[in-house]
């Protein structure tokens, strides 16, 4: 089992450019998340969703979007890069309301 | 939002027993508390989940009071590979949306 990856590790964008971000798992789980993680402080979650085709906002939606196409993927889009989105981003997956699993994270600088 | 709060910072030595507590007074009914541990450059790891009074497994403790508004996480016996953030979570699962991680607590053991 690979549990949740990320696709890409790192990225560099400029202002105004777009990019998507892909989670994937492989453990059937219904719930995925999506997380940013600004320097010395918590994660906050940004969109969610609870099964395949639905999705949901969190905390920070703003400047984001997201789609559950496939139950095994859960993409996050930036349409407009702006420099305050450069941050670490945690996709997460779950079992209904128990444990997530959290992938190793994306890097993302907006300059 | 489920809002959390713990100390932002303690400290330890090897061997000794640590408590970390969590205060979520606007819990909700069907709210679970989560525990998570993160190093540095790494996605948060599952340490525990309770829903009321006491929960323990191989690497922690989890006691809950009777009101569930706060939480403390018991860890036995720390070493220097248990310096990490704990974070609290309240919530998730279809309440995702109302939960929030908040800051965490940055554990240091010492040797």
């Known amino acids: 089992n690979a549990g949740v990856t990320q696709t890409p590790k790192f990225r560099v964008l400029k202002t105004g450019q777009s990019m998507t971000l892909l989670c994937a798992q492989d453990m059937n789980h219904e719930y995925m998340y999506w997380y940013r993680q600004d320097p010395g402080m918590g994660l906050r979650l940004i969109h969610y969703?609870?099964?395949?085709?639905?999705?949901a906002k969190g905390e920070v939606p703003d400047g984001y979007n997201v789609s559950r196409l496939k139950k095994q993927n859960f993409l996050l889009g930036l349409e407009s890069a702006a420099p305050s989105q450069t941050s670490v981003y945690f996709c997460a997956s779950s079992y209904r309301e128990f444990e997530q699993y959290f992938g190793p994270g994306t890097r993302l600088t907006v300059t | 939002l489920a809002k959390t709060t713990q100390p932002i910072s303690m400290d330890s030595y090897e061997g000794q027993e640590v408590n970390i507590t969590c205060s979520h007074n606007n819990i909700a009914t069907n709210d679970y508390i989560t525990w998570y541990q993160q190093f540095p450059s790494q996605g948060p790891r599952f340490i525990i989940q309770?829903?009321?009074t006491k929960v323990t497994n191989e690497v922690a403790s989890l006691f809950i009071p009777a009101d569930r508004k706060s939480s403390t996480l018991s860890l036995p016996r720390v070493s220097l590979s248990d310096t990490a953030v704990y974070y609290c979570?309240?919530?998730?699962?279809?309440?995702?949306?109302?939960?929030?991680f908040g800051d965490g607590t940055t554990l240091t053991v010492k040797p």
């Open positions: 969703s609870v099964g395949e085709g639905t999705t």
């Open positions: 979570l309240v919530g998730a699962g279809t309440n995702a949306g109302k939960s929030t």
């Open positions: 309770g829903y009321k």
